[in-house]
C-alpha cells in the first residue's frame, strides 16, 4: 500500500469515527442491554413455564376488565408462552399496555409503550426504540440504516490499517509492551476492533436490513420473490355473530400442530380477521415466531397462512435476520458474544476519541519563550 492511499484510508477512517462515532457506541451500549432483557423482564415478574393457559377470549376479557377499555392484540414476553402483553388505548388515546398472567389471568405489571423518558415498567421499551430509530420514528430508522453502512465502511478500513502480517498477531496483543500513553491506545483500539470486526462484520448488516426494512421490501418484492403478508379487506361493521378467539385459535394451530402462540389480534372493521403469529420449535426466532394464520371471525375459513419453514427463499433469508442480529439463533453462548462484542462499539469510540485528542495535545505548538537576555560584559560594552 502507498502512502498516500494508507494516509488518505487513516483520514476517512479517523473523521468517520469523530463524526458518526458517538451514534455507533449509543447502539453499540443499547444494544447489549438489550441482549438479555426479556430473560431480565421475566425474572423480575417471576415468570414461570408450568400450568395450563386460560381459554383466549377470557385472557382478553380479564386485560380489558383491568384496562377499562378494549383489548385488541396480545403477545407473549416469548419463549415460556405464560405472559402476555395486553395493548390499549386508554380514555384519552394514548397507546398503553398491561402484563398479564395467561394463567391466572392477574395483571402484573403496566407498561407505556411510547414513554418519552426511561422510567419504571417503560425502561426497556424506551432503550428499544432508543436503539432502532433513536427516538426519531420513520425517519430515525433511516438515519440508524444509514449509520450502519458507514460503520462497515469504517470497520473495512479499519480492518485494512490494523490486521496483522503472517506472524504478527502475538505482537498486536502484547499490551505488556505498549509503554506510552499512545501506544497503549493504539494498542487496545486495533486488539478490539481485530476481536470484534468478525462478529460485527455479521451484527451490523442484520441491523442495516432491520432498519431499512420498509425501504427495502418493495424491492425485494419485485426482485427477489419476496412474499408479502396478508391483508384482509375492510368492512363497514363487523358480522354479528363471529367466532370466538379460542376456536380461531384452535383452527390456527390445526394447520401447524404442535405450534405456540405468540400474538393474537383480535378482528376489527379495518382487518375482519383472527390474525395469529405462530412459533414452530424449529424456527430460529423463538421469541416472536414468524408463523401467520389468518381466520375469517364470521365463518372460520382460513384466509391465509404462512410457513416460514417452506416459504420463499427471500422469506425465510429475511425471517433469519432478527435472530441473527440479536444472537437468539444461535443460544445463550452466541447471546454473550454478541453483548461483549456490542460493548467494543463504545470502547472503539473512546480509544480512538481519547488517541486523536491525545495526539493534538502533543502537537499543539507551545508559547513562544522570549530569548534570555545577554549579560554584557566590558567587550560588549565597549562594542
Request: aromatic share 10%; hydrophobic share 45%; glycine share 10%.
Amino acid at each position: 500500500m502507498s502512502p498516500r492511499l494508507r494516509s488518505t484510508i487513516i483520514t476517512v477512517h479517523l473523521w468517520l469515527g469523530l463524526i458518526i462515532g458517538f451514534v455507533w457506541a449509543l447502539e453499540g451500549l443499547t444494544g447489549s442491554l438489550l441482549v438479555f432483557n426479556r430473560d431480565v423482564e421475566r425474572w423480575s415478574l417471576h415468570e414461570t413455564d408450568s400450568g395450563p393457559l386460560l381459554p383466549l377470549d377470557e385472557i382478553f376479557a380479564r386485560a380489558a376488565k383491568a384496562a377499562h377499555a378494549r383489548v385488541g392484540e396480545i403477545e407473549t414476553f416469548g419463549p415460556s408462552h405464560t405472559l402476555f402483553t395486553a395493548y390499549f388505548d386508554d380514555a384519552a388515546g394514548h397507546a398503553k399496555a398491561l402484563i398479564i398472567d395467561g394463567r391466572s389471568g392477574v395483571v402484573r405489571a403496566w407498561r407505556d409503550p411510547d414513554a418519552l423518558v426511561p422510567e419504571g415498567g417503560s425502561t426497556w421499551r424506551w432503550l428499544l426504540r432508543l436503539h432502532e430509530a433513536l427516538l426519531m420514528g420513520d425517519k430515525g430508522g433511516v438515519l440508524v440504516g444509514t449509520s450502519g453502512l458507514l460503520l462497515l465502511s469504517s470497520l473495512t478500513l479499519g480492518a485494512i490499517l490494523g490486521w496483522p502480517r503472517a506472524r504478527m498477531w502475538g505482537a498486536a496483543f502484547a499490551a505488556s509492551r505498549w509503554r506510552s500513553t499512545r501506544q497503549k491506545l493504539y494498542g487496545w483500539h486495533r486488539a478490539m476492533g481485530l476481536v470484534a470486526i468478525p462478529v460485527l462484520a455479521v451484527m451490523v448488516p442484520c441491523g442495516v436490513y432491520q432498519a431499512l426494512a420498509p425501504q427495502l421490501k418493495p424491492a425485494l418484492v419485485r426482485y427477489a420473490g419476496y412474499r408479502q403478508p396478508f391483508r384482509a379487506k375492510p368492512v363497514k361493521r363487523l358480522p354479528a355473530h363471529i367466532i370466538t378467539a379460542q376456536r380461531a385459535l384452535d383452527l390456527a394451530r390445526s394447520r401447524f400442530p404442535g405450534a405456540y402462540l405468540m400474538r393474537a389480534v383480535r378482528p376489527t372493521c379495518k382487518a375482519p380477521v383472527y390474525a395469529f403469529r405462530l412459533w414452530q420449535p424449529k424456527e430460529l426466532r423463538r421469541w416472536a415466531g414468524t408463523t401467520t394464520v389468518a381466520v375469517d371471525a364470521a365463518s372460520g375459513k382460513i384466509l391465509a397462512t404462512y410457513d416460514p419453514l417452506n416459504g420463499p427463499m427471500a422469506n425465510v433469508v429475511t425471517d433469519n435476520i432478527y435472530p441473527i442480529h440479536t444472537g437468539e439463533a444461535g443460544g445463550l453462548a452466541l447471546r454473550i458474544l454478541y453483548m461483549l462484542v456490542g460493548l467494543s462499539l463504545p470502547g472503539l469510540y473512546v480509544t480512538g476519541l481519547w488517541s486523536w485528542l491525545h495526539r493534538r495535545k502533543i502537537n499543539r505548538p507551545g508559547p513562544v519563550k522570549a530569548a534570555p537576555k545577554r549579560a554584557l560584559t566590558p567587550e560588549g560594552a565597549s562594542r
